[in-house]
């Protein structure tokens, strides 16, 4: 409530549990980002709390979102998330198969993909950041030219805490700054023991 009374605007929640024990407290005060894996079973819970979900990265997932946000009667504005250092065990799309994905998505017609996320693989130096955030940005302007229908890319989410400036620098219009604002997140806080 402090944040949001200092003038933070849009929330981003890695759970939907934690979300909805939020959203109960603070409602439509802000606006609510689901910047989390999203798992097919949840996609009801997140089209009702959410007002953006930043991490689809299947046309699968993209479906669920786009059948549950019409039975809300709802428009759903998406980010796609790229795999910008191809990590095996990280989500999202591969930047080579992100137009594919996302000409599939604009079709459906409760879904709106207006933009992209990447993470990028952890690195010791912010610096090294640089190179997963200029590949996605150059993907970003590329499908930005194709004028695809229902695709609008107007937001590029990259860059956290230890590397939102160089991020910034290569385009992002939306940084993760959890930790600089709320601190590190202790394990307690996703009701686990430890």
Same mark, same amino acid.
């Given at each position: ?14 759970? *939907? $549990? ?14 609510? &980002?689901? #910047? %989390? &894996? ?10 009702? #709390? !959410? ?5 689809? /990265? ?7 979102? /786009? ?14 998330? *790229?795999?910008?250092?191809? +990590?095996? $065990? =990280?989500?999202? @799309?591969?930047?080579?198969?992100? +137009?594919?994905?996302i000409s599939s998505i604009s079709n459906l017609q409760s879904i709106r993909v207006c933009g992209m996320m990447t993470m990028g693989p952890p690195v010791s130096r912010p610096e /090294? ?32 805490? /230890? ?11 939306? @940084?993760?700054? %959890?930790?600089? *604002? !709320?601190?590190?997140?202790?394990? =307690?806080?996703?009701?686990? $023991?430890?």
């Amino acid at each position: 409530m402090e944040a949001i009374t200092a003038g933070i605007k849009i929330i981003g929640e890695n759970y *939907i $549990q934690e979300a909805e024990r939020l959203y109960k407290v603070i409602g439509n005060r802000v606006e609510w &980002h689901f #910047i %989390g &894996h999203l798992q097919q079973n949840k996609v009801k819970k997140a089209t009702a #709390i !959410f007002d953006m979900i930043e991490t689809v /990265d299947s046309f699968i997932i993209a479906q669920e979102i /786009d059948k549950k946000s019409a039975e809300a009667g709802k428009i759903m504005p998406v980010l796609i998330e *790229i795999n910008s250092g191809r +990590e095996a $065990q =990280k989500s999202g @799309v591969l930047p080579e198969n992100a +137009e594919a994905l996302i000409s599939s998505i604009s079709n459906l017609q409760s879904i709106r993909v207006c933009g992209m996320m990447t993470m990028g693989p952890p690195v010791s130096r912010p610096e /090294d950041s640089r190179l997963y955030f200029r590949e996605t940005k150059r993907l970003f302007e590329n499908l930005k030219q194709r004028n695809l229908p229902n695709v609008e890319m107007k937001y590029l989410s990259m860059g956290m805490t /230890d590397s939102y400036l160089i991020a910034v620098e290569e385009g992002a219009n939306i @940084v993760r700054l %959890g930790r600089k *604002i !709320f601190g590190e997140r202790k394990a =307690k806080n996703r009701g686990l $023991q430890g």
